[in-house]
């Protein structure tokens, strides 16, 4: 990257700290604004946008998250903090010798959504198909077993007073999950991802910014990575092995890029309208959706923003021991 390149996007990124990239998503067919959408993934192959199956009160294409459109409180990050010049000079450049041609793979932005159609096992048909379809860049949204097997993860943009709610019900119930986690986050909460990883959990990337990873450049989609990969390692001691897109959005291209920096990308096989904090889902029918979808190898999507997901995991997962499931972290 030359000097003066590097100095225009080093200079952007300070003014961007301590904010998330925001834009509006798609779920049961209205965007997060409540304009009426008019696209949703089906069960096609390839994942991509097309006509709405169904009105539902899961996701049915991409992930929408309040860390893009919330108002973070003002705090002071912490004195320890390493600044993003910092890191520059910690960030390793891609692999010399990448396994792709990424001038011969598609750019197409992609929005990903579980779908609405199962197979005999409860398994949700998009989910399969996109391990189908992108299996080969280490990429899934279901685990690859008819075992009775969940992964837990929780998307962490902002802090909103439930984390450590959430680390308590985990620890009385000796679960193990999987957060992942975007440089404002863990730069302004510390201590909390300090005990995400003392308690034996799994920190992921959710990227430095929150960018949606089809619309950057190969080497900026490097940097958001590798900026955040490096971070843990100065700050935490961690070196994160676990990539969720935010937004839920990709590319061919994008998959590849991250898997060639060593990252699984990992996406969803359930996931549901809980990230809006100003209208919170009813708990009671909200634990019976998470039930009614569990299936061999789900990967739930849960937000740790939310009200309601902070009172019903522990009843969750009760549930889900009593079916015979167990959780798994990688």
Same mark, same amino acid.
């Given at each position: 990257?030359?000097?003066? !390149?590097?100095?225009?996007?080093?200079?952007?990124?300070?003014?961007?700290?301590?904010?998330?990239?925001?834009?509006?998503?798609?779920?049961?067919?209205?965007?997060?604004?409540?304009?009426?959408?008019?696209?949703?993934?089906?069960?096609?192959?390839?994942?991509?946008?097309?006509?709405?199956?169904?009105?539902?009160?899961?996701?049915?294409?991409?992930?929408?998250?309040?860390?893009?459109?919330?108002?973070?409180?003002?705090?002071?990050?912490?004195?320890?903090?390493?600044?993003?010049?910092?890191?520059?000079?910690?960030?390793?450049?891609?692999?010399?010798?990448?396994?792709?041609?990424?001038?011969?793979?598609?750019?197409?932005?992609?929005?990903?959504?579980?779908?609405?159609?199962?197979?005999?096992?409860?398994?949700? !048909?998009?989910?399969?198909?996109?391990?189908?379809?992108?299996?080969?860049?280490?990429?899934?949204?279901?685990?690859?077993?008819?075992?009775?097997?969940?992964?837990?993860?929780?998307?962490?943009?902002?802090?909103?007073?439930?984390?450590?709610?959430?680390?308590?019900?985990?620890?009385?119930?000796?679960? !193990?999950?999987?957060?992942?986690?975007?440089?404002?986050?863990?730069?302004?909460?510390?201590?909390?991802?300090?005990?995400?990883?003392?308690?034996?959990?799994?920190?992921?990337?959710?990227?430095?910014?929150?960018?949606?990873?089809?619309?950057?450049?190969?080497?900026?989609?490097?940097?958001?990575?590798?900026?955040?990969?490096?971070?843990?390692?100065?700050?935490?001691?961690?070196?994160?092995?676990?990539?969720?897109?935010?937004?839920?959005?990709?590319?061919?291209?994008?998959?590849?890029?991250?898997?060639?920096?060593?990252?699984?990308?990992?996406?969803?096989?359930?996931?549901?309208?809980?990230?809006?904090?100003?209208?919170?889902?009813?708990?009671?029918?909200?634990?019976? !959706?998470?039930?009614?979808?569990?299936?061999?190898?789900?990967?739930?999507?849960?937000?740790?923003?939310?009200?309601?997901?902070?009172?019903?995991?522990?009843?969750?997962?009760?549930?889900?021991?009593?079916?015979?499931?167990?959780?798994?972290?990688?």
């Amino acid at each position: 990257m030359r000097k003066a !390149k590097m100095t225009a996007f080093l200079t952007a990124c300070a003014l961007m700290m301590g904010l998330l990239a925001g834009c509006a998503e798609i779920t049961d067919g209205y965007y997060s604004d409540g304009t009426e959408a008019t696209t949703s993934q089906t069960e096609a192959t390839t994942p991509a946008t097309t006509t709405t199956e169904a009105t539902t009160t899961e996701i049915t294409t991409s992930e929408v998250t309040t860390e893009e459109t919330t108002t973070v409180p003002e705090e002071t990050e912490p004195e320890e903090s390493t600044s993003i010049s910092d890191v520059e000079e910690l960030v390793e450049p891609i692999a010399s010798e990448p396994q792709w041609d990424y001038s011969t793979l598609s750019t197409e932005s992609n929005g990903y959504g579980q779908g609405v159609r199962f197979d005999d096992l409860n398994r949700p !048909k998009g989910a399969l198909n996109f391990n189908e379809a992108y299996g080969q860049y280490n990429a899934e949204a279901i685990q690859d077993t008819e075992e009775q097997v969940i992964m837990l993860t929780f998307d962490e943009g902002y802090e909103n007073g439930y984390t450590a709610t959430i680390l308590d019900t985990l620890a009385e119930k000796g679960v !193990k999950a999987v957060f992942f986690v975007t440089y404002d986050y863990v730069s302004r909460n510390p201590e909390l991802v300090q005990r995400m990883i003392d308690e034996g959990h799994t920190v992921g990337s959710h990227s430095w910014h929150h960018y949606s990873m089809p619309e950057l450049t190969v080497e900026e989609m490097t940097e958001e990575i590798m900026y955040l990969h490096d971070y843990m390692i100065e700050n935490f001691g961690i070196q994160m092995t676990l990539f969720r897109p935010p937004k839920g959005e990709y590319s061919e291209q994008s998959l590849a890029v991250t898997a060639d920096l060593g990252y699984e990308t990992v996406l969803w096989s359930f996931a549901y309208a809980d990230w809006d904090t100003d209208a919170q889902p009813d708990p009671e029918e909200s634990l019976q !959706k998470l039930i009614d979808r569990l299936h061999p190898g789900a990967i739930y999507l849960l937000h740790a923003v939310s009200e309601t997901n902070t009172a019903i995991l522990g009843d969750f997962i009760d549930a889900a021991l009593a079916e015979g499931y167990t959780f798994v972290t990688e």
